[in-house]
């Protein structure tokens, strides 16, 4: 089996002088407690401190979440083998999903995204949202904690036909998991060429968004306003920057993934709440996505 290469706890101290092992020990106990949760490694203990600004109650609820809602969410967090999986690799041609080198002037990391396939008619949404989700995994393997993320995003070749692709539950719930459950800052979402598909589908997730994320939206009608929030020369060649093609970035993407793929296929089988062992009431899928009512904070003392 090949070493998957992730960020370590002693890497991590070195790099946040706010991380106190203490913390990370206590957050080790209180999980111990919670039997239904799987063994959570230290490394990921201290990103989910570190998306959390390093408030233990709000991590406990943040480490909650994420097990949880990836336990009961199998449409995007299962069958996520990066070689053979066939709508997966469909959506990599379909899709470009990248990280991009160098950061912005307040320490930002940068995730570019583009559909680069017109043609709708095989467009799978759900492989769609599960490549985000597998590239925002890598990020937190590779990337460990950072000042946070911002996103551009290019949206010329979104139609209606993609649009009419989508699943607006499934939507909501991924986005439930973005922000209730990833560990992760977000600083920024950028749009640029925006077609009126893809204002369409802007307007459809805003209902799902809080207030903080919305406020991080920006639409650009050219590149001239994209600088003041990131360097262009990051961005790919057919944006006008320095970084590359998106298809050799692309392809450098999916073989990156590819290279994880033993972390992808044990995160599946390991990495999953136990509801059997759940002390209080289990975790139902319509309670948990707040589809009926809102969602429940559990009881983490």
Partial sequence: ????????????????????LSDVQLL????????HLPKVEDSFLALFLHSNYYQIEPTKITIENYYTIRTHLPE?????????????????KD????????????????????????????????????YSMMLLDLCFLMDGTNNGYTFIADGSKISFGHATRMNPLLLKKSLHYIQEAAPIRLKGLHYINVSPAAEFIMNLAKPFMKKEIIDLIHFHSSLETVPEYIPINLLPNEEGGKAGSIQELSDMQVKTLEEYREWFLLDETTRRVNEALRIEQKTLPNTLFGIEGSFKKLDID
């Fill in 1 to 20: 089996m090949s070493i998957i290469k992730s960020v370590t706890l002693e890497e991590e101290i070195k790099k946040n002088p706010q991380l106190k």
């Fill in 28 to 35: 080790k106990e209180w999980c111990k407690k919670q039997s």
């Fill in 76 to 92: 995007i967090f299962c069958n996520r083998d990066p070689l053979t999986e066939k709508e997966l690799r469909q959506i990599f």
């Fill in 95 to 130: 899709i470009a999903l990248i990280r991009l080198n160098g950061t912005t002037k307040e320490g930002y990391k940068i995730i570019y995204g583009k559909l680069v396939n017109t043609d709708s008619s095989h467009y799978v949404f759900t492989a769609h949202l599960k």
